[in-house]
């Protein structure tokens, strides 16, 4: 018996999120935060493997939180 992978809109209810339930999260493509986390600048993730990385939900509030801008002279 297969367990079914979690949708995308539990993504809040998770602690640790895949690439796709992240991206949903932070509402992004996948392929961009691919992209964010090749380049850096992204939020923190766990290399699961070579080719499986994870996400903590808090990484990824952190991440948002430090992105927070008043105006656009901030950035």
């Not at 367990?3 to 690439?19: C, E, G, S, V």
């Not at 991206?23 to 850096?40: D, E, F, I």
């Not at 939020?43 to 939900?57: D, E, G, H, N, V």
Request: aromatic content about 6%; some cysteine; proline content about 4%.
């Amino acid at each position: 018996m297969t367990r079914a992978a979690p949708q995308h809109q539990n993504a809040a209810q998770l602690t640790i999120l895949t690439t796709r339930e992240a991206a949903a999260y932070l509402r992004l493509s996948p392929s961009r935060l691919a992209v964010l986390r090749s380049k850096g600048g992204g939020p923190r993730f766990i290399a699961q493997s070579s080719r499986k990385c994870l996400y903590r939900r808090a990484d990824l509030d952190a991440w948002l939180e430090s992105r927070a801008r008043s105006n656009n002279a901030e950035a």
